[in-house]
């Protein structure tokens, strides 16, 4: 499985580079399905074929929906993604989505993202470092207290800058 990539590799920094090429298209969907269940969500894998574009589906206490989508691909991902992700959502009836890679998003990318959350359509974009750190969390023991998980989760939340934002892009 794709946990078990990070020992092997030695690290989350070699895994990067390598986790597309060392997890199917469907292992990949099912170790996101896993991570998000272990963050606590309720998780569930959609069907490998005739899916809709959307790979997991996390449900909330009201009803509600979020889709995700996943690629295994090493390149970055395009506006163009990001667009077909929002017409699947819109036609799943979800009410946001995720889009988690083993690449990085473009600046337009990144600017769909945030027009779609503007039009009350918010998708998070989780590229490779981002979800390896999501991975990193995941597999770590239960916390000792509410501010050691507050600790991890500020630093998470920091290591998520895009690098087109940095870039001014």
Known sequence: ?????????GGF??????????CTQRLLEITVTSVFRDLGYE????????DGGIDVILRKANGSTTGVQVKRVRSAIEVEQIRALAGALLLGGHTSGVFVTTSR?????????????DLCMPVELIDSVRF????????????ASYEEWEEVFSNFEEA??????????
């Open 13 to 22: 920094s070699s895994l990067s580079t390598k986790l597309g090429s060392r």
């Open 1 to 9: 499985m794709c946990r078990r990539a990070s020992r092997r590799f």
């Open 132 to 143: 390896l750190e999501a991975l990193k969390i995941s597999q770590r023991p239960l916390y």
């Open 43 to 50: 998780a569930e894998a959609t069907a490998y074929s005739a």
């Open 105 to 117: 998003f473009r600046s337009g990318a990144v600017s769909a993202a945030a027009r779609l959350r």
């Open 160 to 169: 998520t800058i895009y690098e087109d934002e940095v870039a001014g892009g």
